[in-house]
């Protein structure tokens, strides 16, 4: 009866916060917190940190959620990981040490945001933690498991050769996947390797086909590079380039350009 009565006050709860019903989520989950409740000490963390109901407190936030990151709770350990990424914390002192400390354990039990935020930070020539390899490992895992920014930042360091041998083949690869994603910057890159000839036959069409797409999803950068192909291109060239997009579009992404003759 405890385990059931505990169910139904965390659900209602939660559907209190989601409401925007601050006062009644705080007393249900201070209630819960009491019996060690993972998810009552998460949301209050969450509501101690941006101020909800509460006075915004970094150290009490903290404490939560140092609480239930103990309990076993990954959003917990992500939002921790965030806290110290961001030095808005009990010290109010960015730790990146900490930081990827928490998205390890976050990360562990399979939260792809949290593997992300690994392997960025340890791209990031800035921190103390800078490692190229391990930056392509987390960021190869969290790509696996469908983390369209992760397959980004992949395909980009293949495309460039930062941090790891230059490959336009998997460049071309997680560009790809995330294009079929909808992400806006693998969808102007591969306009880049088409125009470029780079890992493929230089294609002014297909390169048009993919600026156009990015144009049409809000990239603002890919206009100049579409009108710049477009100069190379004849009205019938850019007639066949439009309808391709239209076609990728419709299918969402998938098989694009394969009709080019």
Known sequence: LLVERAKEMRESAVAAYAAGDYETAAENFTILADIMDDTAHTFLAMMHENGEYFEQDFALAEEHYRTASKLGNSIAQYNLGHMYHRGENAKMVKDDKEAVRFWKLAAEQGDVRAMTNI????????????????????????????????????????????????????AMKWYLIAAEQGDV????????????????????????????????????????????????????????AEELSRICIKNDYKNCGRFTT
């Open 119 to 170: 392997g960025l930070k340890y791209e990031d020539k800035q921190s103390m933690l800078y490692d190229s390899k391990e930056a392509m490992k987390w960021l190869q895992l969290a790509a696996e498991n469908n983390e369209v920014l992760a397959q980004f930042n992949l395909a980009y360091n293949y495309h460039f050769g930062f941090g790891v041998a230059q490959d336009y083949q998997q």
């Open 185 to 240: 910057k693998a969808l102007h890159n591969l306009g880049v390797m088409y125009g470029n000839g780079e890992g493929v036959v230089e294609d002014p069409v297909i390169a048009y086909m993919w600026f156009n797409i990015a144009v049409m999803n809000g990239h603002q950068h890919s206009e100049r590079a579409r009108n710049s192909a477009k100069n190379d291109l004849t009205d019938e060239q850019v007639k066949k």
